[in-house]
């Protein structure tokens, strides 16, 4: 079963396997070496058998002298990951860590690790107390990785980090949930003089700045990646959804010169057929055709990973692909009455390796392919796997406690289930884990 561990304390600051649970320091370990040494030099009269036994002594000491050093530098480990959505036989050895194989652990004192209402720029669409959400244990929960500890966050550490760069969010709702977490993250340390946010691009491209680094977190609305007539950041709901599968330029031209970037496409894909589009919107020579979702998501994956092969400067921006969110609309997948869905809950799933029918696998391995593809070619992508540790999350999602851009009618007042937005996610929140996750990369990587 999935352990669902609940405690108050604050998390350690080094990793479990850390030098002050081996009982050695550095300079002890070192003095070892030198012991060992000095053996080895008054041994030699001994015969070729004392020798090789104090060869593998200090071969040994080597180890424990490296391994000391490396945990000590940061109190841990660099990580590892499975982006297959599964959990890997690797990461059973404690010799390896997947940040994302792990349990979400309940800490309330460490956690959340900023207050919604003094996050100023919180998004009324996540903002879940503000909208009458009295429940707030699922503010309260910290992820932790089987085999080390994920990196504090630390918003003047990522500032500092960021100084006189871009980190760009970019895709759909779930990743500006996302880029809303980051700029909650490092918000309160910011003074109220050294900050701003603005739009431009027509309102799809918004810039949080901290002056006093010359740093800029921003978010692209890009839903697709490619082009399509879902592009327009607050009029894009459309009965057909029509992509320009080749054509990216019009998007990537604002983020071509970022030192950070953060992608994500998937919500926006989920129907089995997508219009392709041949030509140009409005174009009366313009060739439109229905195309099975997965080979449509191929193509729109093919065009990005080859304009990032192209345009990124390799020696100065770091590349992140996030994984799909799950969402929790179907309650008889967990076990609960059929018609349900996230509304009203406030635990969240127990099951260890719950899978729910909203996340798609073949999506995910389609990312996973053109990934490959592009390491293969001296490009690296990372991947941030937070399909399954999202997945337990059914209590995190705002249902109805947010701001309602339409008016609701009777017939969705009376049944709650009809409306709950089970999609997005309360902030604090998971996102938040999302961010802890994208930092311990952006240090170690």
């Not at 945990?71 to 959505?85: E, M, V």
Request: aromatic fraction near 10%; hydrophobic fraction near 35%.
């Amino acid at each position: 079963m999935f352990s669902v561990v609940k405690t108050s304390t604050t998390q350690p600051k080094g990793g479990r396997d850390g030098a002050a649970g081996r009982g050695i320091t550095i300079k002890e370990a070192k003095m070892k070496v030198a012991n060992t040494h000095q053996i080895v030099l008054a041994g030699t009269s001994l015969g070729v058998r004392n020798t090789f036994h104090s060869i593998v002594a200090i071969l040994t000491t080597l180890v424990v002298v490296t391994t000391v050093c490396l945990r000590q530098d940061g109190g841990h480990l660099p990580p590892k990951i499975n982006a297959s959505g599964s959990n890997s036989s690797s990461s059973s050895s404690s010799s390896k860590c997947d940040l994302f194989y792990g349990k979400w652990v309940f800490d309330n004192e460490s956690y959340p690790l900023y207050k919604e209402k003094e996050c100023t720029f919180m998004s009324d669409q996540l903002a879940c107390a503000k909208f009458g959400r009295k429940d707030l244990s699922y503010q309260n929960w910290r992820w932790q990785p089987h085999h080390c500890d994920l990196t504090r966050f630390n918003a003047t550490a990522l500032l500092e980090r960021l100084r006189n760069k871009r980190l760009v969010f970019v895709g759909d709702s779930l990743i500006r949930g996302q880029w809303v977490s980051m700029v909650c993250l490092v918000d309160s340390v910011l003074p109220k003089t050294l900050k701003s946010m603005h739009s431009t691009a027509n309102g799809s491209l918004n810039i949080f700045k901290a002056k006093e680094y010359n740093a800029s977190i921003e978010h692209y609305w890009s839903p697709l990646l490619v082009e399509s007539n879902s592009d327009d950041p607050v009029n894009h709901r459309v009965p057909e959804r029509t992509v320009r599968v080749k054509a990216i330029e019009k998007h990537a031209r604002y983020w071509t010169d970022a030192d950070f970037l953060v992608f994500n496409t998937y919500l926006w894909w989920r129907r089995p057929v997508m219009n392709v589009l041949w030509g140009s919107f409005g174009d009366p020579d313009g060739v439109y055709k229905g195309v099975e979702m997965l080979r449509v998501y191929e193509m729109a994956l093919r065009t990005w990973s080859d304009w990032l092969e192209v345009h990124v400067n390799r020696n100065k921006t770091q590349l992140f692909f996030v994984s799909m969110s799950p969402t929790h609309e179907r309650a008889e997948e967990w076990g609960a009455a059929k018609g349900n869905n996230c509304y009203s809950e406030t635990e969240m799933i127990a099951e260890e390796g719950y899978w729910g029918k909203g996340s798609d696998p073949k999506m995910m391995h389609m990312v996973e392919n053109v990934l490959d593809d592009l390491k293969a070619r001296g490009l690296n992508v990372q991947m941030l796997n937070i399909t399954q540790l999202s997945e337990y999350r059914k209590e995190g999602h705002p249902s109805i406690y947010r701001k309602q851009w339409d008016a609701l009618t009777q017939e969705q007042i009376a049944n709650p289930n009809s409306y709950a937005d089970c999609i997005h996610w309360c902030l604090p929140g998971v996102p938040d884990v999302w961010n802890e996750l994208l930092y311990a990369y952006i240090f170690h990587q």
